[in-house]
């Protein structure tokens, strides 16, 4: 079972995020998708991406700003469907803009993060948000 799946078209971003979640002290399964049109195929368990017995990751990690169709796009949509509409979603961003933050509010994150400025900043977030949304956070079980 996927634990994360990160959602993000910055191939530095993918680097970096591959790179820290493999010096956790605990393993972690993670997916990493570049586009939302794969994000949508892959939650909704269609096309090659996914099997229709594949169980939902335990959380998704989504920059809002992708290329084509957009993290806020993927979020509306999760949110409508009946797999993923109580999936832990976390847009995860570049931008500190207020709007963008609503927006992403407004169509259904559980969390907005702004991606720090350091590795090791960026270190310490992902071991946060692993501990809170993986250990401690209380789920549902996935279809």
Request: hydrophobic share 40%.
């Amino acid at each position: 079972m996927t634990d994360i799946l990160y959602v993000e078209d910055n191939p530095d971003d993918v680097e970096v995020f591959s790179r820290l979640l493999n010096k956790l002290e605990r393993p972690l399964q993670y997916t990493i998708l570049t586009s939302g049109s794969d994000a949508i195929r892959y939650l909704s368990a269609e096309g090659l991406e996914a099997r229709p017995t594949t169980s939902l990751p335990k959380l998704v990690l989504l920059d809002i700003n992708l290329t084509g169709i957009s993290g806020i796009d993927v979020l509306r949509w999760a949110r409508t469907d009946e797999r993923t509409r109580l999936l832990p979603i976390i847009a995860y961003s570049t931008s500190d803009n207020p709007s963008d933050i609503r927006q992403a509010y407004e169509a259904g994150a559980n969390a907005y993060l702004v991606k720090p400025g350091s590795y090791p900043e960026t270190g310490a977030l992902l071991r946060r948000l692993c501990h809170f949304w993986l250990d401690d956070n209380a789920q549902i079980a996935s279809p």
